[in-house]
Every structure is written in C-alpha cells, then in structure tokens.
C-alpha cells in the first residue's frame, strides 16, 4: 500500500488548508486512517484518526478547528484545517491500516506564519 499527500503549503495565522491522502497499491479493506503530524524538535503525535465507518478522534489541540474525513470508495482522506496557528506549522503524515499493519505517506509540510 503507497500513500501519497497533498496539499500542505504556506499558509497566515487564521486561515485554511485542506490536506487529502490517497492510498494506492494492494488494497483490499483499508481500516483506520489518520493523520499526524512533526514539528522541528519534537515527536511525531496523533492529530486525527477515523474509522471505516467514520468514528473520529482528534487531539485537544485541533478540536474544533480540524475535521477529518475519507471517502473508502476513492481510499482517500482528507484533512480540514480552520483557524490555523503557528503552532500547526509541522511535517503532516498520512497513516493507513490494513490487516492491522500500519502504511505511512512521506509527509506535506504545512507552515503556518505571517
């Protein structure tokens, strides 16, 4: 399974970016998706999961500002960014589960700063 994500660039204090990650390759049943996410410095952590069937969870930090989704017909999801804060700004990686083994895109930077 290869993942490849979009839509990570430069972006003021406020504003919006969509992220979108297509999974392609041996795909049978992708199971959990999700985002997360590396600063300079500090450990990748978990930004947004979402279920096949669409149960989210989402760190305290972008509740209310971010919104995941996917679409299981297209083995794509999707990342919406509101209200973004320089703290956002962080390589932004893409994760696949299928048959419990974990799949990881290469990252899209989103730098968030005036």
């Known amino acids: 399974v290869q993942l490849q994500a979009f839509g990570g660039g430069l972006v003021q204090p406020g504003g919006s970016l969509r992220l979108s990650c297509a999974a392609s390759g041996s795909i049978f049943s992708l199971g959990v998706m999700g985002w997360y996410r590396q600063a300079p410095g500090k450990q990748r952590e978990l930004v947004a999961i979402?279920?096949?069937?669409?149960?989210?969870n989402y760190a305290d930090s972008v509740k209310g500002r971010f919104t995941i989704s996917r679409d299981n017909a297209k083995n794509t999801v999707y990342l919406q960014m509101n209200s973004l804060k320089p703290e956002d700004t962080a390589v932004y990686y893409c994760?696949?589960?299928?048959?419990?083994?974990?799949?990881w895109g290469e990252g899209t930077q989103v730098t968030v700063s005036s």
């Open positions: 994760l696949a589960y299928q048959a419990d083994l974990p799949y």
């Open positions: 979402i279920t096949r069937s669409g149960t989210t």
